[in-house]
């Protein structure tokens, strides 16, 4: 996605080898008409695939998850991080291992918003390890809902989640790919 | 909001006198259209106030900020929940008190993002007793940046957080106002 690679170009920051910051536009502030247009392109990426139900993560993944629902008429849950399970809801569970925050939170999705006839399509905001997208997947399964597709704005395809999650049987769309960050630069798939 | 208020009558659940859960379309699962409508309300409320960036609170307020900003074409910041401040960047820095969780957060935006030239528009999914808005209004102020208004979807009017706002000066503008949750039922405010 042209657009997206001329903002990473000009606003990404890359803080090592393996971390880019996109928080002017993505991750602390967010630019809504760029949102609107990677929303229209997930829908147009996964059109033909019945989806019913857009799964993300709190929080960095519900911008762009919201405007993929607008364009394809489906309702968005997003998987929530929590300290605690003090809930007496069912639950779809799993835990997840940020390697850039070095934290592990637990996710979960109330069970009644997911159920054996979802097509589901998961989104997030960067793709690196496959860690978050597995664990979503792991929810999703628990409802014995099926994954239609993953969506990822950024893809590190570098690190090994992308190959991961193709690997499992799952197709992975991301929007951009970036081939490696070396000499503090975004260095784009070609 | 006539749309909105449908919505509350018919998938609100009234947990007890004070709290209100909108899982179904707004703070677990969202509703992408309603957001959208929502969005182009909060723009039409606050189209000649000069607004040059929408402030929130992750995870519930990203929704409805992201759809208001598409529609008045300005970036939105949502302030990040933090356990500890171990950043090296400027930080504009507020704790805030949820009394229906019972915890206490810091919150916490990069202060590069706002400006003493920002006219900003707060939005939120809630109002009840303002601890977040002022939470938000105050790192506003540490940025010399000046508040042009409040934006919230759901205001609990029988709690003080809007009389609270409107006597500090600021203008508070609810898409639908709550009267009263008693008797297990949603009573809005005629």
């Known amino acids: 996605m042209r657009l997206l690679e001329e903002?990473?170009?000009?606003?990404?920051?890359?803080?090592?080898?393996?971390?880019?910051k996109v928080?002017?536009?993505?991750?602390?502030?967010?630019d809504p008409q760029?949102?609107?247009?990677?929303?229209?392109e997930f829908a147009r990426s996964f059109a033909a695939d019945g989806i019913t139900k857009i799964v993300t993560i709190e929080s960095s993944g519900?911008?762009?998850?919201?405007?993929?629902?607008?364009y394809m008429n489906v309702p968005v849950i997003f998987a929530r991080k929590r300290k605690s399970v003090t809930l007496t809801d069912y639950l779809?569970?799993?835990?997840?291992?940020s390697f850039t925050k070095n934290e592990t939170n637990e996710l979960a999705i109330a069970g009644k918003y997911l159920n054996e006839n979802d097509k589901v399509l998961i989104i997030d905001d960067f793709l690196a390890n496959g860690e978050a997208a597995l664990a979503l997947v792991k929810m999703v399964?628990?409802?014995n809902a099926s994954v239609a597709g993953i969506g990822i704005v950024i893809e590190k395809a570098f690190q090994p989640g992308g190959r991961l999650l193709q690997e499992a049987g799952y197709r992975v769309e991301s929007l951009v790919r970036i081939a490696s960050l070396e000499g503090a630069k975004v260095h784009f798939v070609e």
Chains 1, 2 share one sequence.
């Open 141 to 143: 399964k628990q409802a």
């Open 7 to 20: 903002k990473i170009k000009n606003e990404g920051r890359v803080i090592n080898d393996n971390v880019l």
């Open 92 to 97: 779809l569970t799993a835990s997840v291992h």
């Open 34 to 40: 760029l949102m609107n247009e990677i929303g229209k």
């Open 62 to 70: 519900i911008a762009p998850a919201v405007m993929a629902g607008l």
């Open 23 to 30: 928080d002017s536009f993505l991750n602390h502030q967010i």
